[in-house]
Structure formats: structure tokens, C-alpha cells
């Protein structure tokens, strides 16, 4: 008994120790997760579970970190402690600094592998950090990435020893002074644009595997033959390697099949297969392993969804979105992602699925998902509960002339070569990582003007490296005939003003209601929205009557919408719930009859 206080005396005061050495940065509103923070148990869930093995060890929690003049040699001692995975800028990270194009951030910490792993190899992984990072173990350099967005792991193998190790993190982030893909971050933020995000902010962990391992699968349904293909990627190919993919719907083997030769498995499914669909968000378990002469070497699980997006010309001659080869309007918010406590990092895996239910709970079918990739969990969450997303390429480098009125096949912007490679190495590895999520329906390279470029080429380019989902070439112009729909931005109420007869023709963005609520903003002044109202009922009635709009334009044309947005974020207050996410700023009833009623209109 007396063994059994001590040491939870102990564990009190070590958990006492960290929380002293951590609190949030600034002033600012924090949303209510933010106060139940466990630095010694940070965003503790598997990160990814489209791909998931039983051993992994989570690294978040607080580090050293110290910032430095661009190109110094790493620091000997270090500014103070920062709380992984928040960025340096935000409140929870504990340190809230502007980084700065001048500068690099050094992070440090020590771990120990667990003795069970003996044998394995050890992988280090990244959720996302942004945006150029050169990583150490034990002082040996085992790999560098670029790209704010997207995951990436090295092999650290070689490099550990027995006992403890060190690994060392060097970040530099140009914000808006590169060219580089980085959303609505800005140095001197104001309007719709927001504070900086650099360095890690998504989970750091550890994965044992085997000398022969799978790395990656890609999987592709459909339903008009009725089959379910995956591809699965190994790091070493093998005469006598073969791949085994078992279906599951709950605990009930349905379907199986295999493949040798590095050739995807296709899998017939159930005659009475379940489709995915928002209102039906069907799932089906997978096991899939790897087996050399006959031996299983890896296993991971996954899961996968029977559906299918495509367009199709109804009865009066206009072209509508389809999924599962039936007409559907898709509607939904404008969703940014961004949080006040953690800006990119949601504090807790129950916040990240917050916006999702809540967006869900006032009766879209449909998430924008804008100019910004989250991490895994989110589209997890996505499939399951059932929304459909129409996935942004974060925008980067320069606007050109913006015409989002008109057809405009004048000269676009002319990246440079470095620019350009940048652009399209980011945006295959977003479409890699986030190819095999049931969730995602559409991609969408450029967002009005913003860095757009080749557009033709990069939409056929989208479209050919995943013909399974639909491109919208470039949401709210500048408009050129490609891909697989128009896109017209219009603010604040909607309006039709181009028709292709063509292509689907959408919504992309309309509305931006503003409605102040002083105790939950970010700042006192400068709060901006495209309309403004002084209450919860006169925001409301606006928003219905833009609805009741919206819905006489879909007889006429239009296939889709998107409200502009789900939350406040920063200055912005022409959100649907307030930044902190305490309070829904509309009627939600009268939200949830007429999103339920525009979603329908179509069936």
C-alpha cells in the first residue's frame, strides 16, 4: 500500500513538474478543450488510421526548441520548452513567437526505443511540418523534407543506440516571402488572412516494422463492376512475395483476395454491398498482409467504402454531380481549419471531430475543405461519419489579373522553375496521401487566381493521376474549359452569373453573414465580414434568404454550393459558430430544415 502512494505521489508530482514549465502563450480566446491539455498525453490517438499497425510510440509533448539566425549551427543551449505538436506562433505551443524568414527553429528532445522493438526497423515519422526540415539522431543527418502539408518518415535505424537517443529538428519557414504552397498564412496578418504556422504541427511518433514492410496502400472502388481494387506498396519487391487483402463488414469475413508479382489485388464484393453515402456512411473493415514463402511478414489494418463520384447530364440537359449514379446537390460550408489556441493543430482529437458533427448536424452533405490539408484523423473521422470534401491544393506564390466573371484564356501567371516543381511535387504528394479516403470527392488545385498556372494541364494532369474523383480546375476562377466543372465565387448573396452547359456548374463560395459576439472574438476592433448584423435572428433571416436564392438557382443550374464558413477565424466573424466554437451564432433548427431541404432537392 505504502509502495502503491509513493508512487503515485511520484507520478503526481512529475505530471505537476511539466504542467509548471507549460502554460499557453498570450491572451487570447482559447476553445474550452484547450484548458483540458495533458502535456504528458498530447493528441495521444493512433495518427493514422487509414493504414494501422498495433506497436507505435507517440513523441509529442514539451521539447527544447530555440530559435536562430538563418544558417547557424545548432544551438548549445535552448530558449525554453515548447509543447509538440503546436506551432511556434500558436497559444499552445507555450511559446507564441513569429518565426520569420530570418530565422530557424531548432527543436530537441531524447527518447528511448522500447527493448520489444530489438530487431525491427525503426521508422520516424512526421504528420506535418512546415515547412523545410532537416532532421538528426545521435547527431548523424537522416533525411530532410520539404512541403507544409503532408506526412513523411525516414528509416532511423543506423542511426540509434542502445539506451537513450537524441533527435534534433532544424524548421525554416518563409511564410508569404517563398513561393511555396502555404494557405492563409501571412507575416502581418488582418482581414482573411491569418498568423504564421511553422514547424511541427502534427503528431511526431515512432513505428516499429519489419525488414520487409508494406509502406503504403491505394485503394479504389467500384461499384459498377462491383469490385474493390488495392494496391499495396512494399518497400522491397520479392520473387516469392504475395499480398492478401481480407473484407470485413463488422467481425464477418465478406470478401478476400491476393495477388503475387507487385500486381493490385481485386476483390469481388458482396452482391448486397453497402454504399457509402452521408446518409448511409457504409464502412468496410480490411486486413491486409504480406506474406515471403508463405510466411507472414507485415500485417496493417484498414478500411475501405463502396463509392462512386461522377457527373451526368439529368433530364432538362444540365450536367449534375452524381454519387453512386444518382443526382446529388452537394452542400456545404467553407472550412478553414484553423483554431485560436492552436491555429493548424486542433488541441484535441474531440475538437477535430466537433466541426465535422457539428457542420453534419446542420444538415450539409459537404465540406470545402479550404486551402489547407489535415491530418489524417480528420478524414477519418470524415468517412465514418459520412461528408463529402472537396479537397483545396493549399494556394502559394502570386495572384495574376483576377477575372472571375468572365471566361478568361489571357495569360496566366508564369511560375518560376523552382516555384513550379515545388507546386507540383506538394500537390502529388496531398493526392498520395490522401488518395485512399472515401471521404474525398473532388480536388481542387487553385482557388480564384491564387498562384493559378497551366491550369488545363494541371487539371488534366489531377484528373488522369485519379480519374476516381472529379477536379474543379480552379474554384472561383480564373475560368478556362477543363475539368469537370465551373466555379463562380459570389459575395454576399448567390448569383449565377456564367452557365456551362458543359460541365457541372457550382457555388463555390457565397454568403459570409458576420455577427460580432465580443466576448468571443479575437480581437476588440478590425472584425470583418462581408455583411454585418447586430443579431443571432437578422443573421439567420439573412441566411434563409440567401437559401430560399440558392434553391430557385438549382432548377436552373447550379450543382453545388458552398457558405462561406463553418467558424470565425482571427478577424474574420462571418463564421457559423464562433472561433472559440462556444457558440453557434444561428438559429440551428431553422439552419438544419433549409441545409436538409437545398440537400434534397436533387433526389
Known amino acids: 500500500m505504502i509502495k502503491h502512494l509513493i508512487f503515485f505521489l511520484v507520478v503526481l508530482f512529475n505530471c505537476s513538474c511539466l504542467f509548471a514549465q507549460w502554460k499557453p502563450a498570450g491572451e487570447r480566446i482559447q476553445t474550452e478543450w484547450a484548458s483540458k491539455i495533458n502535456v504528458g498525453n498530447v493528441l495521444p490517438e493512433y495518427p493514422r488510421p487509414i493504414m494501422e499497425r498495433p506497436d507505435w510510440m507517440n513523441l509529442n509533448g514539451l521539447w527544447n526548441y530555440a530559435i536562430s539566425p538563418l544558417g547557424q549551427a545548432a544551438p548549445q543551449e535552448y530558449d525554453g520548452q515548447i509543447l509538440v505538436p503546436f506551432a511556434v506562433e500558436s497559444s499552445l505551443s507555450g511559446v507564441g513567437k513569429i518565426l520569420g524568414d530570418k530565422n530557424e527553429l531548432w527543436y ?18 512526421f504528420g506535418a511540418v512546415d515547412w523545410k526540415t532537416d532532421i538528426w539522431v545521435n547527431q548523424i543527418k537522416i533525411g530532410q523534407h520539404t512541403g507544409g502539408f503532408t506526412p513523411f518518415s525516414f528509416d532511423i535505424t543506423p542511426a540509434l543506440r542502445n539506451g537513450e537517443n537524441e533527435l534534433v529538428v532544424k524548421v525554416w519557414d518563409p511564410t508569404d516571402k517563398g513561393p511555396q504552397p502555404r494557405g492563409k498564412q501571412v507575416s502581418r496578418p488582418g482581414g482573411i488572412w491569418y498568423t504564421p504556422v511553422s514547424g ?93 514463402g508463405n510466411k507472414l511478414v507485415d500485417k496493417v489494418e484498414s478500411y475501405a467504402a463502396m463509392r462512386k463520384y461522377s457527373t451526368k447530364r439529368d433530364e432538362n440537359g444540365i450536367v449534375r454531380l452524381q454519387l453512386n449514379n444518382k443526382d446529388v446537390f452537394q452542400f456545404g460550408p467553407l472550412d478553414q481549419g484553423w483554431w485560436p489556441d492552436g491555429l493548424y493543430t486542433a488541441p484535441s482529437d474531440e475538437a477535430l471531430v466537433y466541426d465535422i458533427q457539428k457542420t453534419k448536424d446542420l444538415g450539409y452533405n459537404m465540406i470545402r475543405k479550404h486551402i489547407k490539408v489535415e491530418p489524417a484523423r480528420w478524414y477519418t473521422h470524415c468517412d465514418r461519419l459520412g461528408i463529402i470534401v472537396w479537397q483545396d491544393m493549399p494556394s502559394g506564390d502570386k495572384n495574376p489579373e483576377w477575372q472571375n466573371r468572365k471566361y ?11 516555384s513550379e516543381a515545388i507546386f507540383r511535387k506538394e500537390w502529388k504528394e496531398i493526392i498520395d496521401c490522401l488518395y485512399s479516403y472515401p471521404c474525398i470527392g473532388t480536388w481542387v488545385p487553385f482557388n480564384e487566381a491564387w498562384g493559378q498556372f497551366k491550369t488545363t494541364e494541371i487539371a488534366e494532369w489531377t484528373k488522369q493521376y485519379d480519374s476516381s ?124 430544415k433549409v441545409n436538409t431541404e437545398i440537400c434534397n432537392v436533387l433526389k
Open 469 to 592: 474523383r472529379l477536379v474543379n480546375p480552379a474554384s472561383g476562377g480564373n475560368h478556362y474549359t477543363c475539368g469537370d466543372m465551373l466555379d463562380l465565387h459570389n459575395y454576399p448573396g448567390p448569383e449565377m452569373y456564367i452557365y456551362d452547359a458543359q460541365r457541372a456548374t457550382v457555388l463555390g463560395e457565397y454568403g459570409g453573414i458576420g455577427l460580432v459576439l465580443k466576448d468571443h472574438i479575437w480581437e476588440p476592433n478590425r472584425n470583418w465580414g462581408y455583411v454585418q448584423f447586430n443579431t443571432s435572428k437578422e443573421a439567420t433571416d439573412e441566411y434563409l434568404k440567401y437559401a430560399d436564392m440558392l434553391k430557385g438557382m438549382i432548377g436552373r443550374g447550379f450543382s453545388a454550393a458552398v457558405y462561406t464558413q463553418t467558424t470565425d477565424v482571427e478577424v474574420e466573424v462571418n463564421g457559423l459558430m464562433t472561433y472559440d466554437r462556444k457558440v453557434v451564432k444561428m438559429d440551428e433548427q431553422r439552419l438544419k
Open 200 to 292: 511541427i504541427w502534427q503528431t511526431v511518433w515512432l513505428e516499429p516494422v519489419p525488414a520487409k514492410a508494406i509502406v503504403n496502400i491505394r485503394t479504389t472502388p467500384d461499384i459498377d463492376a462491383n469490385k474493390l481494387t488495392v494496391e499495396v506498396v512494399t518497400n522491397e519487391k520479392g520473387a516469392s512475395d504475395k499480398v492478401e487483402v481480407k473484407v470485413f463488414e463488422g467481425k464477418q469475413l465478406v470478401a478476400k483476395g491476393s495477388s503475387i508479382n507487385g500486381v493490385a489485388v481485386e476483390i469481388t464484393m458482396p452482391a448486397d454491398v453497402k454504399l457509402w453515402s452521408p446518409d448511409s456512411p457504409t464502412l468496410y473493415g480490411m486486413e491486409i498482409c504480406l506474406y515471403t
Open 408 to 418: 478568361f484564356e489571357g495569360t496566366e501567371l508564369k511560375r518560376s522553375v523552382e
Open 108 to 125: 530537441q528532445r531524447k527518447f528511448t526505443v522500447p527493448a520489444k522493438w530489438n530487431g525491427e526497423r525503426i521508422l520516424l515519422h
